[in-house]
């Protein structure tokens, strides 16, 4: 079984990510069962999602150290959902921060460095995705969820590879965005042949 996080900022992608994960797993044969919290998202609000894949799951939610990888759209979500990480856990995380509502109700800006040096101190299994790179890579921020994708599917982090993925958008991504999103997954794919765990 695997029990996944995955964690953003409103507008990310995130729920079009754990519907991606859902149906490559689906077409695998496995049971899945989800839930999002979903809060202030249009506002700019976190974005948690709940994925839980395998046989006989019977609740969608994942307690504290439950989680045996969460795939963070930004470093202070990362931050805020490592107690449901394993101690074993991955964690894949895009390092470009987002001045999300729940972050600057006290004002100003976090420090983003100070954020993945504290994920750094406390992740065995990280990797960090090079915010810049990836953007340039994936034709501007939209795709990055499915580049996301492509480095935990071809890290073994996932139950299916890369292929399997790349069916599951197939199915799900509509033929205008489908060239940018392929290419976005083998961006991800390559990062995580690379070995970009730090």
Known sequence: MLNLIITGVG??????????IGQAALDKGFDIRGSETIGMAQRGGSVVSHVR?????????????GAGLIVAFEPGEAVRALPFLATDG?????????????S?????????????AYLRARVCRLTVVDGARAMAACGGAK?????LLGVAAAGGLLPFDCAEAEQALR???PARLLDMNLRALAFGAALAAEGNAR
């Open 53 to 65: 894949i395998g046989a006989d799951i019977h609740a969608p939610l994942i307690p504290p150290r």
């Open 143 to 147: 795709a990055i969820n499915v580049a």
């Open 171 to 173: 199915a799900r991504i």
């Open 104 to 116: 600057t109700l006290g004002g100003g800006a976090y420090d983003a460095a100070a954020m993945l």
């Open 90 to 102: 991955a964690m894949v995380v895009f390092d470009r921060p987002v001045n999300a509502v729940t």
């Open 11 to 20: 507008g990310q992608g995130t729920v079009l990510l754990s519907r991606l």
